[in-house]
């Protein structure tokens, strides 16, 4: 008994010594109050354990790639104020941030409906002559991920280079012997960020979120489009669970940037330097287009950002579609304010979801979003899985980022930012058609929500900074 009164008294030394070194990492990470309070708060509820997920979870550290690195030191110059169309203030910003200039001439088309589009992406892939470069957060270990897998074996047994890159979690329970297939058909696969301590680079929470192909240096294809049934139709016409979703085609200088992502991320998984790919202006392209990465190595995440820029700055209307919408401070501000000051402000989400509890911390903005103006609406016939922004019919983006703390701070996310008000008027005609299938927030009706509602939306927020 008397051995074991001291081991207990060193033991919870040990725990106190953890907490305390816990709670001051949250403070020196400044990523938020409501965010740091809530890790705070944890901690001193779990003592010891409350540390360890801390640590695991919510304490990253990414360091740049070469690539990245270089790009930080060698910033662009003054912001481009010029008076031409495009120059729309959102530009600037995301340029600054991802030091990634616009290009131009480029050639967008939008792939909206998901089983065209998945034979967009299979055509190209079957075609690609030299190079297939792809990344993805989720592969599913069903028939459209294994048509995927078999296509990039099949042309990496007529000699076009290969590469995979997988996020680690997202792509867990993925099929190993299509995996080793594909390597020992020449393909080059990585996993993005593997949960393993003993690897150098390793993550629990941090993901590669991102969705992104690159075809011989010249197509490429981004979006919010994971590889999987739900994603391509076939689990439509079996009458499963499915997915809506927005892609998008890119042609033109555009390519050379989601090229450059795709390297430097394949730096970060492999320490492998690939080359650049240069693509020139088409002569019809009329797009110009800023490529967005975001991520936990940014100071300060140009996809949070770009939503930002985007609603503060609408001066007519500000359209938005996310699957899962929890907003930070700064942009439930910019929602409210632009709707305050006149904006036709929309949000579009799924009235169904396949995270109860995300859909319940989102409900609970709606009140303060209704009374500011702000009209929301639910998707009825799926699952939403689409995030696009449109703004004042003149530009959009369209990505992988959701509008969540989740997309905002902790996963790796790709976005294309299109100024071009002939393709922002085909984002607003799906729009418009996504409406017809809506069912638009009554304002009333939600401040007269039941008691029990309410509580369960009010407790889901709480969870909102840890989602």
């Not at 991802?98 to 998945?118: F, K, Q, S």
């Not at 071009?420 to 008027?425: I, L, S, V, Y």
């Amino acid at each position: 008994m008397g051995d074991f009164l001291p081991n207990t008294q060193a033991l919870w030394y040990a725990i106190a010594v953890v907490d305390v070194l816990a709670i001051g990492t949250a403070l020196l990470r400044l990523h938020g109050v409501n965010s740091t309070l809530a890790w705070i708060f944890f901690i001193l509820a779990f003592p010891g354990v409350g540390a360890l997920i801390y640590f695991t979870f919510a304490a990253p550290y990414i360091r740049r790639t070469p690539v990245r690195a270089r790009r930080r030191r060698h910033p662009l110059g003054p912001a481009d104020t010029s008076p031409r169309p495009e120059a729309v203030a959102v530009l600037p910003v995301v340029e600054r941030l991802t030091r990634l200039p616009r290009t131009h001439g480029n050639r967008v088309e939008l792939l909206a409906r998901d089983p065209a589009a998945y034979m967009a992406i299979e055509r190209a892939l079957s075609a690609a002559k030299t190079s297939i470069w792809a990344e993805y957060f989720i592969i599913q270990n069903d028939e459209t991920g294994l048509r995927f897998m078999d296509t990039l074996i099949e042309r990496a047994q007529a000699g076009v280079e290969v590469r995979l890159l997988f996020d680690a979690v997202g792509t867990w329970w993925f099929d190993r012997k299509r995996l080793k297939a594909l390597r020992e058909a020449g393909a080059r696969v990585e996993a993005f960020l593997p949960v393993n301590p003993f690897r150098r680079r390793w993550s629990a929470h941090l993901r590669n979120h991102r969705k992104l192909v690159v075809i011989d240096g010249e197509i490429g294809f981004t979006g919010g489009m994971n590889v999987g049934d739900e994603y391509s139709g076939r689990a439509f016409l079996r009458g499963g669970r499915h997915f809506t979703d927005t892609h998008l085609t890119v042609r033109g200088p555009a390519v050379s940037d989601l090229a450059q992502i795709f390297a430097d991320d394949w730096s970060f998984a492999t320490d492998e330097r690939l080359q650049a790919v240069e693509v020139e202006p088409l002569a019809d392209g009329t797009s110009t287009v800023a490529i967005v990465p975001s991520g936990p190595d940014q100071v300060h995440n140009a996809s949070a950002m770009a939503f930002f820029t985007g609603v503060a700055t609408a001066r007519s209307r500000a359209w938005l579609t996310s699957p899962y919408f929890i907003p930070d401070a700064p942009l439930l501000r910019a929602l409210s304010g632009a709707a305050l000051g006149g904006c036709d402000v929309r949000v579009l989400v799924p009235a169904t979801s396949d995270q109860r509890l995300v859909r319940a911390a989102a409900r609970s903005f709606y009140r303060e979003l209704l009374r500011c103006g702000v009209r929301i609406f639910e998707y009825q016939p799926t699952m939403l899985h689409a995030k696009t922004m449109v703004v004042d019919s003149a530009w959009c983006m369209v990505g992988s980022a959701n509008i969540d703390i989740r997309s905002f701070k902790l996963n790796f996310e790709l976005g294309a930012l299109i100024a071009d008000a002939t393709f922002a008027a085909q984002l607003e005609a799906l729009y418009l058609h996504e409406l017809t299938q809506s069912v638009e927030i009554d304002a009333e009706a939600w401040r007269t929500a039941t008691l029990p509602r309410r509580l369960m939306q009010g407790a889901a927020r709480l969870f909102a900074p840890l989602l």
